[in-house]
């Protein structure tokens, strides 16, 4: 198992709560900076494949 830390940006929301993280199907704790719109979590990565998918919404739907 391998860590790393994952950065990225999400636009278009006004809190935090209107993100959300999973890493190969499990919700998972980060933390995202409204000013800078950055998102950032630690990801404990497995040999093989592993899937992260982050998902945004706000009053528009869901990106």
């Known amino acids: 198992m391998q ?3 994952v950065k990225g940006q999400v636009l278009n929301v006004t809190a935090q709560k209107q993100i959300t993280v ?3 199907g499990i919700a998972v704790a980060f933390n995202y900076n409204l000013a800078t719109k950055q998102l950032e979590f630690d990801a ?3 040999g ?3 899937t992260i998918n982050v998902t ?4 528009s739907g869901r990106y």
């Open 44 to 46: 404990n990565l497995i």
């Open 22 to 24: 999973y890493q190969n």
């Open 48 to 50: 093989g494949t592993n």
């Open 56 to 59: 945004a919404s706000n009053s």
């Open 3 to 5: 860590n790393y830390t």
